[in-house]
Every structure is written in C-alpha cells, then in structure tokens.
C-alpha cells in the first residue's frame, strides 16, 4: 500500500495553486459569502456546528437528488461528502421520502414505542447478531450511553480509547483528538488530553489513549491500570479508524483486541457511527468478523433523518432492561426518524446496495492508485466498501502518531479546493474521507478520478 519512490513535490508550487484555487472558489461562492454576513447576526459564528465552519465562508447548500447537491449560488456537485458519511442512500431517495411523507400524516412525535421502532430492532439484530437495542438521536449519544451501561455492567469508572479516535462530543470522549504532534506522549503513555474548551481535566483523566494496531501497548496498558487499580470498565474504538482519513487494522490486530478484553473482563464496544450500514449490511463487525460486546450506531441509520442506535449482549444491556442505567430521552425512537430508518434497512440498504457500493469503490481506489504510481505521488489511496481516501503520506500510516508524522495537510487542502472548484462536494478537514452513495455511477467515480490526476498534472508542472 505505501509507495515506494517518489518524486518531492515542490512546496511553492502547492502555494500558487493553492491561492490559485482559493480566489476561483471565492468568485464563484457569492451568495454563500452573503449568506454567512446574515448568519454571523444570529447564527453563532455563521453555522449550526463547528464543524460546518470554513475560511473565509462555508459552503451554504440549498438541495440535494440522488448523487448531487447544489450550493446557494446554484454551484451544481456531485457529493462526495454525503453529510459526513450519513447519505450513503443518495439525497431524497423516494423510498425514504415515502416511508417519512406517510409518516407525517399519521403523526410524528408520541414519545411511546412504535411498531417501526421493534422491525428497526429486529433488523439490527439480524445484521449485528448483537440480541438487544436501544436508540438514541445521535452518534454522540449513542457513545455515551454504550460508556455509561458499560460502567454500570462492570462498577468501573476508567475507559480507554484509541489515540486520535473521534467518538462524538461529549465529555468522556474528547479526549487525545487532534492534538500537535509533540504533545502526544510516549507511546506507552499517551496523554488524556481534553479537545477543546470546557472538558474538565478530571474528567479527561478518566479516559486512557492508546495508541491503533497495537495490541500489546493496549494490553500494557490495562496491566499497569489493574496495578492502579483502575481497570477499565470498556475499550471504545473504531475497527477501522474513519478520522484519520482512514485506517485499516492490521491483520490479527483486532482478533487480538478482542482476546486481551475478554480475558480482562473488559466491554469491547466497536464505535460504526461511520461504518454502520455504510461499509456492508452489518458494519465492521461482519466485515472483520469480529464479534464486539456492544455497537453504537448513527448517521446512516436514519437516512438523513437524526438518529442512534446501541447494540449490546443479553449479559451487558441487562443493566438497561433491570432499571440500573436510565437509557432515556424524548425523541428515543421517534416514529419519524423510525419509519426512515426501517424503510432505508428494509429497502434501500439491500444486499445489491453493498454490491454497488463495493464496485463503485473499487473503482475510486484503483483510479486515484493508478494517478499516484503514474506521477510518482507520495500517497496511497485506501477503500473499504463506500468510503475511501487518498493519505498523503510517503509511508503507510497505522496510528495518530504515524498521521501526524507524515501526513501532508497542504496537499489535503488542495485536493479539497481542486474538488469543489470542480464539481465535487467533498469532506473538508484534513482527517477525512469520501462516502459515496448507491445513486453514484462509475462516471461519477471517473469524474473524481479525472480531477485528482489533474491535480497532480498540475503539481508537477
Ligand atoms: C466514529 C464516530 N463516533 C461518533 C460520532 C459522533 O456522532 P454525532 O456527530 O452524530 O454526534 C462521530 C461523528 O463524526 C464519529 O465519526
């Protein structure tokens, strides 16, 4: 997967194309640049997270069919960001529309249980093989509920995560993200690193990082804490890492995982916020095969609709069905959020959907490869299933210490601005990557692929 030689690629060059494609964008982005002097008077900073937040405006949309969203200067893209890996349907997909426009009628809110919230269940169930689900309306909810029932299942307060692993927005989590390279810690000893203002410290030094695909630094780790006596209550990861563009486990790593937890008594929770519905019908856990204690589901889920799910073991979520953890919240299961959900499981998210999807990414990845090896660039690209990335890096990156030591964020942005200067919605952020969705044709994956050796024409000229 690394590359081997390749050429240095000239950092002035990347300059001028840079501020090159900066100016293009700002001309042909107007009406979002207005739209942010309105937004700034009541929006906080322009925009409803801040993740939405870009230099000098973000990029307002207004609408989205299928493969394509359109901007507020009617820009027409075809979206490769897909809602931060949420739309893996395409946008409005009818059966979706149906199933919610039916739903409207016959009302949307009860806060009691519904018929679609048991068939949603049973589906999970039959994807996950985990026995027992509870929802929720985001990722980061269904986080913090699958950390609390693991510590009430356990009677332990300390969790471990993975170095550089985001898991949503609440305390227990933003923890050691995108922090500089220096202040990582040692390897045996990452820092609990609270991200962002507010987090209390006491708090962060709940959570212990360690580093991804090394499952000996984990197990070293939980050694030293039982010596604290401050065993883990859960370890919480993604199987495959979605925030550092992404990567994959190396073979055996997660088997290994597994093992160390189990024999520890320690809940394996995998995090498929992201790879849920989105890289095969039962997520990382069937495409790795490895069977966690609990799973905690979300964008995907409700075909663009707010939605969480938590998956768990009969053993782990009694905690749940004796009354011991309160896993509550008013829109739990909303009939809304429940007829998208059970009509995106039932007929949109089909076995020939992950068929596509696989063909389709396939072709991305052998494209964007076929680009690297014939300019020699210092990258490689990388795809599972719907999602997919090109990293900029001169060596295989495994783990936040590895991302950070290499990746070459300049060239990121580039390719960001090359994309939407050219059709192409794509993730912005440097730790991101592609989702595509069942409405994308192999001419839209040409399209991208056709942008990126442009790109690298440019580069090298
Ligand atoms: C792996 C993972 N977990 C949890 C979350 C949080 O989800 P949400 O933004 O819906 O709260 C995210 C969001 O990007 C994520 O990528």
């Known amino acids: 997967m690394a590359t081997t030689a390749t050429v240095k690629i000239d950092r002035d060059r990347i ?33 409803a997270s801040s993740y939405q937040l870009r230099d000098p405006w973000p990029i307002y949309l207004s609408r989205g069919k299928g493969p394509r969203v359109w ?81 009430a299942h356990t009677g332990r307060d300390t969790i471990m995560k993975i170095f550089g692993s985001y898991h949503g927005h609440h305390d227990y989590v933003m ?5 500089p390279y220096g202040a990582i810690g040692d390897r045996d000893n990452l ?16 959570t212990i990082p360690v580093p991804f695909n090394d499952a000996d630094a984990m197990e070293r780790r939980i050694e030293r804490l039982i010596s604290e006596d401050r065993k883990p209550a859960c370890v919480i990861m993604e199987a495959a890492m979605m925030n550092l563009g992404i990567v994959l486990p190396e073979p055996g790593y997660l088997e290994a995982v597994r093992e160390i937890t189990k024999r520890h008594g320690i809940v394996l929770i995998f995090d498929e916020v992201k790879t849920g519905i989105c890289i095969a019908a039962g ?48 829109y739990n299961g909303n009939p809304l959020v429940m007829a998208a959900a059970r009509a995106n499981l039932e007929k949109v998210m089909t076995p020939a959907a992950y068929v596509h999807l696989d063909a389709l990414n396939d072709h ?25 990335c090109v990293t900029f890096s001169p060596t295989k990156v495994v783990d936040y210490e590895s991302f950070k030591a290499n990746q070459d964020g300049e060239l990121c942005d580039l390719a960001w601005l090359y994309n939407m200067n050219r059709g192409i919605f794509m993730t912005p952020g440097r730790e991101e990557e592609w989702t595509l969705s069942i409405t994308h044709s192999i001419d839209d994956c040409e399209h991208f692929v056709r942008v990126f050796d442009e790109m690298a024409r440019d580069l090298l000229t």
């Not at 897909?82 to 409005?92: D, E, I």
């Not at 997909?93 to 009860?110: C, N, S």
Request: aromatic fraction near 4%; proline fraction near 4%; glycine fraction near 12%.
């Open 71 to 151: 901007d507020v200067d009617d820009n027409e893209m075809l979206d490769f960001h897909n809602g931060f890996g949420s739309m893996v349907q395409g946008h409005a997909h009818p059966e979706i529309t149906k199933a919610v426009v039916e739903r409207m009628e016959l009302g949307t809110h009860f806060a009691a249980p519904t018929e679609d919230a048991i068939a949603v269940a049973e589906e999970l169930k039959r994807r996950w093989g985990l026995p027992q689900w509870r929802y929720t309306n985001s990722g980061s909810e269904s986080t913090m509920d699958a950390i609390r029932i693991a510590r």
């Open 283 to 330: 997520g990382a856990t069937e495409r790795f095969g490895v069977m966690p204690d609990m799973v905690t589901l979300a964008k995907a889920l409700g075909g663009g609709l707010p939605s969480g799910a938590i998956g768990g073991s009969e053993e782990v979520m009694k905690v749940v069905a004796d009354g011991k953890v309160y896993q509550v919240g008013t």
């Open 364 to 388: 991305m990845v052998k494209g964007c490869r076929a680009v690297i090896d014939r300019h020699h660039l210092p990258g490689y690209a990388v795809g599972i299933s719907s999602k997919g």
């Open 191 to 206: 820092a609990s690193l609270p991200y962002g203002g507010g987090i209390p410290q006491s708090v962060a030094n709940m």
């Open 175 to 179: 923890v050691s993200i995108g922090v």
């Open 15 to 47: 300059r001028e194309l840079t501020a090159r494609e900066e100016s293009h964008l700002n001309a042909e982005t107007g009406a979002s640049k207005r739209m942010l002097k309105r937004a700034q008077a009541s929006l906080s900073g322009g925009v």
